[in-house]
């Protein structure tokens, strides 16, 4: 799931936008170890290292310190746990996911309107999108002012495909004076729906009304696929490097970018473009496909790489990467049956317009028109325009009995 709005960073950065894979989609960040709860309070995680000018690992280490010496600090626990989960979107790293959820898990039946806001991030990264949006409920009756909050209900409704309760979510924005965040939400709805013009202009305004970096990034890459849909590749490359040249580590980011070369047959710079985040399971699998379109002698490595991470991720009951691993049985193992089982579970969870194309792809392959109804469906209520899926369902329709 991608969604919309970057919690208060709290020390590493400035309140943003965040392009998440989150939940899923493009952006799913597919664990390669369990989390694991410390067997005391004593016990060290991880060590960073610490390197002059590297003001991240610095405010980490900060953070960390203050909860130490105040560990019933709640304030001081949700300024960790949000670095903690902003580093795992910002690095593909899942690991950090784990570290939050340790941190928030004490506060149980303590929790403020900030730890709910993380702790509702956490369980949407699981997808576990009811419970997530029970707990930015609960934040909002604490806060009811806690914008992050209902942006992330947004972002949750939309993922479900669910325009109606975005709608309301984006006038509780505007209600609350979030005029970026309004228009973030509005023209990512706008999108969705098939108003695919409308939805650049209400991006641009937002755009022009965000400052921050960060805001920008996400805009920027929004505004990319949003013209990629619109068959405006020039204007998408536009979009998509003048993100890249703002200089923030972002998985979506790179995930939409790398989704932009590939379908545009540029697989060599996709290759250049993310051969330094092997680590990142979302990245990896663009990269090994990347590889194996160029016949490069690594990407045997990478995929293999990728099937022990599938394999991994199953024995631990983790389903919050089928969407990826459709897409891995699809191009790279080209199991067309497998890629739509995979496809069609993600499709009953998450249905944002990637989780419809692999659902798509997966079926035409197989031969199984009546596999991608639902995305059929979607495409036909939402009036969704992108140029490929549109190709793709037409395909699937001549192939109905």
Same mark, same amino acid.
């Given at each position: 799931?991608?969604?919309?709005?970057?919690?208060?960073?709290?020390?590493?950065?400035?309140?943003?936008?965040?392009?998440?894979?989150?939940?899923?989609?493009?952006?799913?960040?597919?664990?390669?170890?369990? *989390?694991?709860?410390?067997?005391?309070?004593?016990?060290?995680?991880?060590? %960073?290292?610490?390197?002059?000018?590297?003001?991240?690992?610095?405010?980490?280490?900060?953070?960390?310190?203050?909860?130490?010496?105040?560990?019933?600090?709640?304030?001081?626990?949700?300024?960790?746990?949000?670095?903690?989960?902003?580093?795992?979107?910002?690095?593909?790293?899942?690991?950090?996911?784990?570290?939050?959820?340790?941190?928030?898990?004490?506060?149980?039946?303590?929790?403020?309107?900030?730890?709910?806001?993380?702790?509702?991030?956490?369980? =949407?990264?699981?997808?576990?999108?009811?419970?997530?949006?029970?707990?930015?409920?609960?934040?909002?009756?604490?806060? *009811?002012? =806690?914008?992050?909050?209902?942006?992330?209900?947004?972002?949750?409704?939309?993922?479900?495909?669910?325009?109606?309760?975005?709608?309301?979510?984006?006038?509780?924005?505007?209600?609350?004076?979030?005029?970026?965040?309004?228009?973030?939400?509005?023209?990512?709805?706008?999108?969705?729906?098939?108003?695919?013009?409308?939805?650049?202009?209400?991006?641009?305004?937002?755009?022009?009304?965000? *400052?921050?970096?960060?805001?920008?990034?996400?805009?920027?890459?929004?505004?990319?696929?949003?013209?990629?849909?619109?068959?405006?590749?020039?204007?998408?490359?536009?979009?998509?490097?003048?993100?890249?040249?703002?200089?923030?580590?972002?998985?979506?980011?790179?995930?939409?970018?790398?989704?932009?070369? @590939?379908?545009?047959?540029?697989?060599?710079?996709?290759?250049?473009?993310?051969? *330094?985040?092997?680590?990142?399971?979302?990245?990896?699998?663009?990269?090994?496909?990347?590889?194996?379109? %160029?016949?490069?002698?690594?990407?045997?490595?990478?995929? =293999?790489? @990728?099937?022990?991470?599938?394999?991994?991720?199953?024995?631990?009951?983790?389903?919050?990467?089928?969407?990826?691993?459709?897409?891995?049985?699809?191009? %790279?193992?080209?199991?067309?049956?497998?890629?739509?089982?995979?496809?069609?579970?993600?499709?009953?969870?998450?249905?944002?317009?990637?989780?419809?194309?692999?659902?798509?792809?997966?079926?035409?392959?197989?031969?199984?028109?009546?596999?991608?109804?639902?995305?059929?469906?979607?495409?036909?209520?939402?009036?969704?325009?992108?140029?490929?899926?549109?190709?793709?369902?037409?395909?699937?329709?001549?192939?109905?009995?």
């Amino acid at each position: 799931m991608q969604l919309f709005l970057a919690p208060s960073r709290r020390g590493l950065s400035r309140a943003g936008f965040i392009a998440l894979c989150v939940i899923g989609g493009a952006t799913a960040a597919l664990c390669h170890a369990a *989390p694991r709860t410390p067997g005391a309070d004593t016990e060290v995680l991880e060590r %960073l290292p610490l390197r002059p000018g590297d003001e991240a690992t610095r405010a980490f280490r900060t953070l960390r310190q203050a909860l130490a010496k105040t560990p019933t600090d709640a304030s001081a626990a949700s300024a960790l746990a949000q670095a903690y989960f902003d580093q795992a979107m910002a690095k593909g790293d899942p690991r950090y996911i784990g570290y939050a959820e340790a941190v928030v898990r004490p506060f149980a039946s303590t929790m403020t309107a900030d730890l709910l806001l993380v702790r509702g991030q956490l369980r =949407q990264y699981r997808h576990q999108f009811e419970e997530a949006l029970e707990d930015f409920s609960s934040a909002l009756r604490l806060d *009811p002012q =806690q914008a992050q909050a209902q942006a992330w209900r947004g972002a949750i409704f939309l993922v479900q495909a669910n325009y109606p309760a975005a709608q309301q979510a984006c006038q509780a924005l505007r209600d609350l004076a979030q005029r970026a965040l309004a228009g973030a939400c509005q023209g990512l709805l706008q999108a969705y729906t098939g108003n695919l013009q409308a939805a650049q202009a209400t991006l641009q305004l937002a755009l022009q009304a965000s *400052p921050a970096p960060e805001n920008q990034l996400w805009l920027l890459t929004r505004l990319g696929e949003v013209a990629s849909w619109r068959g405006q590749a020039a204007q998408a490359e536009q979009h998509f490097k003048a993100a890249l040249k703002l200089g923030l580590d972002d998985g979506y980011l790179l995930a939409a970018w790398s989704d932009f070369l @590939l379908d545009a047959q540029r697989p060599a710079e996709v290759v250049a473009l993310l051969a *330094p985040w092997e680590s990142s399971d979302g990245l990896l699998l663009r990269l090994a496909e990347a590889g194996t379109l %160029l016949k490069l002698p690594a990407a045997s490595r990478h995929v =293999q790489a @990728l099937a022990n991470r599938f394999d991994a991720a199953r024995l631990r009951g983790d389903a919050t990467h089928r969407a990826e691993e459709a897409r891995f049985e699809l191009r %790279l193992r080209g199991n067309p049956q497998a890629a739509l089982v995979m496809a069609k579970a993600n499709y009953a969870v998450q249905r944002e317009p990637r989780d419809a194309r692999i659902l798509l792809e997966a079926a035409l392959a197989a031969k199984d028109p009546a596999g991608a109804q639902a995305a059929l469906d979607w495409l036909r209520s939402s009036g969704f325009q992108d140029p490929h899926m549109l190709a793709l369902a037409k395909d699937l329709n001549l192939k109905t009995p």
